[in-house]
C-alpha cells in the first residue's frame, strides 16, 4: 500500500518561507506524478502544482512565481519549496502520488500557517 508522509509545514510570518516535503514508499517512486494540493477551512482542495515523472512542472495562478516543486527520485521525496508566503497561503497541504491505472494516494496533511 502506497504510504506518503508529509512534513515540515508550521506557523511563518508573512513574506516567509517554508519547504515541505513528502517521502513515498511502497511505489515505483519515479513513474509517478506528484502533487501538492491544499485545502483550507471552508474551501474544496485545490491543486498547487504538480510534477510528472519527466520533472514537467505545472502551478497554479496563485502560486506561481513564488512556490517551486521539484523531486528527488532517489530519495522518493517531493519538495514544495513556499516563498514569499502570504496569509491566503494558509491550509492543509497534502501529498499526492498519481499513475495511469493505478489508484491515486494522499497523504495525511501538514498543516501550513501564515500570520503576524
Known amino acids: 500500500q502506497v504510504q506518503l508522509v508529509e512534513s515540515g509545514g508550521g506557523l511563518v510570518q508573512p513574506g516567509g518561507s517554508l519547504r515541505l516535503s513528502c517521502q513515498a514508499s511502497?511505489?515505483?517512486?519515479?513513474?509517478?506524478?506528484m502533487g501538492w494540493y491544499r485545502q483550507a477551512p471552508g474551501n474544496q482542495r485545490e491543486l498547487v502544482a504538480t510534477?510528472?515523472?519527466?520533472?514537467?512542472?505545472n502551478y497554479a495562478d496563485s502560486v506561481k512565481g513564488r512556490f517551486t516543486i521539484s523531486r528527488d527520485n532517489a530519495k522518493n521525496t517531493v519538495y514544495l519549496q513556499m516563498n514569499s508566503l502570504k496569509p491566503e497561503d494558509t491550509a492543509v497541504y497534502y501529498c499526492?502520488?498519481?499513475?495511469?491505472?493505478?489508484?491515486?494516494?494522499w497523504g495525511q496533511g501538514t498543516q501550513v500557517t501564515v500570520s503576524s
Open positions: 499526492n502520488a498519481n499513475r495511469i491505472g493505478y489508484r491515486s494516494a
Open positions: 510534477i510528472t515523472s519527466g520533472g514537467s512542472t
Open positions: 511502497e511505489i515505483i517512486f519515479s513513474l509517478y506524478k
